[in-house]
Nanobody, 127 residues
Framework: QVQLVESGGGTVQAGRSLRLSCKVS????????MGWFRQVPGQEREGVARLKMQPAGGNQYLAKSADSVKDRFTISRDGPTNTVYLLMHMLKPEDTAMYYCAAVSSLCTLAPEDYQYWGQGTQVTVS
């Protein structure tokens, strides 16, 4: 079982930055892929960024951001706290959405249907 708790959302002005956090808790289920997604009401959930843990262990991972945000959004992970972050710069009104953290994907893509565990989401509003 994997539990994900997001935090850090809020209302910000366009052009500002925001960092979302996702605390990952797991007992025995190995988590090798974590991602951030966003969804606007009435639209499909969109993959924003994901990181894939490397077999070498430790906190080595490969990060990937969607083309639409790759110059502004960065995903990272803090090993000791098992927390995944999404750092968002130069926010735009079109970034307004509910942002979700997800984990455990067999393919580690940006497709939401590949992920098994989801957090409750944190709202980001850019004015």
């Amino acid at each position: 079982q994997v539990q994900l708790v997001e935090s850090g959302g809020g209302t910000v002005q366009a052009g500002r930055s925001l960092r979302l956090s996702c605390k990952v808790s797991t007992n025995t289920t190995p988590v090798h892929c974590m991602g951030w997604f966003r969804q606007v009401p009435g639209q499909e959930r969109e993959g924003v960024a994901r990181l894939k843990m490397q077999p070498a262990g430790g906190n080595q991972y490969l990060a990937k951001s969607a083309d639409s945000v790759k110059d502004r959004f960065t995903i990272s992970r803090d090993g000791p706290t098992n927390t995944v972050y999404l750092l968002m710069h130069m926010l735009k009104p079109e970034d307004t959405a509910m942002y979700y953290c997800a984990a455990v994907s067999s393919l580690c893509t940006l497709a939401p249907e590949d992920y098994q565990y989801w957090g409750q989401g944190t709202q980001v509003t850019v004015s």
